[in-house]
C-alpha cells in the first residue's frame, strides 16, 4: 500500500479516533481495523493519528517559531568570523560592529541592512553556537600535540610476547612507589629491572619519578648488566612513555617496547619482582626524608643486587593450567640463581662467564646480609629523623 493511501485513511478515520477518546474498546478495534488493513505496528497508530491532527503527516503548515536567523544571516556572519581569524564565538561577539563597520568602510560589506541588522542583534549564545557549528564546518585539519601521551603511546609498540626463547638483556622495568597510604608529595620511587632470560635484576632509588630521574638511573642500569641491553619493556607510566626515555633508548639503540594498560601480565617478571624483593626488603611504608636518603638507599641496592643475582634461587613456572575456580602450576624442578642460569645460557659470551666467575668467588653470602641489615637500619633511622623533622 502506497503512502497516500495511508494518509487518506488516517484522514478519513480521524474524527472518529478524537470522538472515542476515553473510550478503549472502540480505539482498539479502530487499531486493529487499521494495523490489519496498512500492515502497521499497532503501537505506531495513536501517534501517527497525533501526527496527521498536528498536520506533520500530509499538512503543509509546520510547527513551531519561524526561522529567523536564515541562511544569509549565517553568511553574514561567517564573512565576520573569518576576518577575525576564526575566533571564538565569545571573543567574537563584542566585536562584530566593529568588523562590519571595517566593511563598510571598504565598501565590501555586501549583505542587506535587514540581515546586518540582524547580526547586529543576534545574541552571545547564538553567536556561540553558529560559531561552533562554522568551526566544525570549516576547520577540518587539525594538529596533534607531540606532548599527548596518547600521541607516543601509538610510537611505541605493545609487545605481549612471546618472552621464552628471547635471549638476555631483553628486560621488563617498572617502578615502585614508596608512598605509604597518600601519593600526595615527594617521596621515594623505586625503579626495578628484571631480564626474563636469567632473572638477574638491578634496583635504582630515585627521589619522584620525573623523566630526567628516570633516564639518569636507567644510565646507570646499563652500565650495570652483564650483557647486553637489547629490549625496555615498561609499563605504561609516565615516567616511562615519555620524549627523554623515548630518545636515550633510540640513542642507544636498545628496542623500546610497552605493555598494554591495565595488563600486568605484560610485564609478569618485574611485576612478581615487586613484591618479592622491592617491598620484601624495604617494606610498604612511606619513605619520604629527602634526597640524601636516597643514595642509602642505592647503596643498599647495589649489595642487594649481588646478594640476589649470585645466591638467590629462582624458580620459574613452566605451565598454567586452569581448573575450574583454581590454577594449576608446573614449576621447574629445580631451582636455580640468576648467575647460574647467566652462565648456563649459550648467548651470552665465554669473556662475560669468566668476568661473572671472578666476581662470584669474591662475594660471600653471609657478609653481604650482615652489609644490607646494617644498611637497612640506616635508612629507617634517616627515615625517623625525617618523620620528627625537615626533611634532609
Not at 213 to 229: G, I, Q
Request: proline letters at 4%; glycine letters at 8%; aromatic letters at 10%.
Amino acid at each position: 500500500m502506497n503512502m497516500t493511501t495511508k494518509k487518506d485513511i488516517f484522514k478519513e478515520h480521524l474524527a472518529d479516533w478524537l470522538k472515542a477518546k476515553g473510550n478503549r474498546q472502540k480505539r482498539g478495534e479502530m487499531i486493529k481495523y487499521i494495523s490489519q488493513t496498512i500492515n502497521v505496528n499497532p503501537k505506531s497508530i495513536g501517534r501517527a493519528f497525533k501526527r496527521h491532527q498536528m498536520n506533520k503527516l500530509g499538512g503543509t503548515k509546520k510547527n513551531g517559531r519561524p526561522i529567523y536567523y536564515t541562511a544569509d544571516v549565517n553568511s553574514a556572519l561567517k564573512d565576520v568570523w573569518e576576518t577575525a581569524s576564526c575566533a571564538c564565538g565569545e571573543l567574537l561577539h563584542p566585536v562584530i560592529a566593529d568588523y562590519v563597520n571595517g566593511f563598510k568602510s571598504e565598501g565590501r560589506w555586501n549583505h542587506s541592512p535587514e540581515v546586518t541588522w540582524k547580526l547586529l542583534e543576534m545574541s552571545e549564545g547564538t553567536v556561540k553556537r553558529r560559531v561552533n557549528a562554522l568551526g566544525r564546518k570549516y576547520n577540518t585539519i587539525r594538529g596533534k600535540g607531540s606532548t599527548k601521551p596518547s600521541a607516543l603511546k601509538n610510537i611505541i609498540p605493545v609487545f605481549k610476547g612471546p618472552w621464552d626463547n628471547l635471549p638476555p638483556g631483553n628486560t621488563q622495568i617498572d617502578t615502585v612507589a614508596h608512598c605509604g597510604n597518600t601519593l600526595a608529595g615527594d617521596f621515594v620511587y623505586s625503579l626495578s629491572i628484571v631480564d626474563y632470560a636469567t632473572y638477574w635484576g638491578v634496583r635504582r632509588a630515585q627521589w619522584n619519578k620525573g623523566a630526567m630521574a628516570t633516564k639518569d638511573n636507567m644510565v646507570v642500569v646499563k652500565n650495570r648488566l652483564p650483557f647486553s641491553w637489547l629490549m625496555g619493556h615498561p609499563d605504561t607510566g609516565c615516567e616511562f612513555i615519555n620524549w627523554v626515555a623515548k630518545d636515550w633508548f633510540d640513542n642507544n639503540g636498545i628496542k623500546y617496547t610497552r605493555s598494554e594498560p591495565y595488563r600486568k601480565n605484560d610485564n609478569m617478571c618485574v611485576e612478581e619482582r615487586n613484591g618479592h624483593v622491592v617491598r620484601k626488603y624495604l617494606g610498604w611504608s612511606r619513605i619520604d626524608a629527602g634526597r640524601k636518603i636516597v643514595v642509602v638507599i642505592n647503596q643498599y641496592y647495589e649489595t642487594l643486587d649481588l646478594y640476589l643475582n649470585h645466591f638467590h634461587t629462582v624458580k620459574r613456572t613452566l605451565i598454567k593450567e586452569r581448573a575450574g575456580s583454581k590454577y594449576i602450576r608446573i614449576f621447574e624442578k629445580k631451582a636455580r640463581t640468576p648467575y647460574q642460569r647467566l652462565m648456563s645460557n649459550e648467548s651470552i659470551t665465554q669473556e662475560t662467564k669468566d668476568k661473572m666467575s671472578k666476581e662470584h668467588k669474591l662475594l660471600n653470602p653471609l657478609l653481604l646480609k650482615e652489609k644490607l641489615d646494617k644498611i637497612h637500619k640506616e635508612i629507617f633511622k634517616l627515615q625517623k629523623i625525617g618523620n620528627q623533622g625537615t626533611k634532609i
